[in-house]
């Protein structure tokens, strides 16, 4: 996720990387965040994995996250992004809305408040998908959201 949101903001996907330490740099990207209003969050709070891979197909959502509450923390929020087949669907399937394509949303109606549902390519490496047409699919809905980047 860390290199997309390099590549979107900064046009430098090894920006948010401590290359050093093999890890990320913290500060920066809380700053990032900060800086765009940009709040992060599983769809699910506990999952299995039904094979030793990070494939979606393999993945069992054991407790899923309250997401009404967590909007009730967050009363400025409109869009939320979806990183994957998996999590889209499920949020798809607990408020009745349309799975979007790859790159595009849905509008979907939680607790009377009105949202835009985007799904995005998974940000994980094992994503057969190049980082730089990943970061295209990020930057074209950020631009969506936050208008000019």
Known sequence: MWEIMG???YADSRRLVDEENKTFRKELITALLQEKGIAIFDT???VRRLQGNASDKFLEVVEKTDI???LEEIPLCHDIVCTGQKSAETLCEDFGAAVPKMGTYS???ITGRAMRLWRMPSSSRAYP???VDKARYYAAM???IFGDL
């Open 142 to 144: 950020m631009e969506s």
């Open 107 to 109: 509008t979907l109606n």
């Open 7 to 9: 590549e979107v903001f």
């Open 129 to 131: 998908m190049k980082l």
């Open 44 to 46: 699910a709070k506990a």
């Open 68 to 70: 009404p509450a967590l």
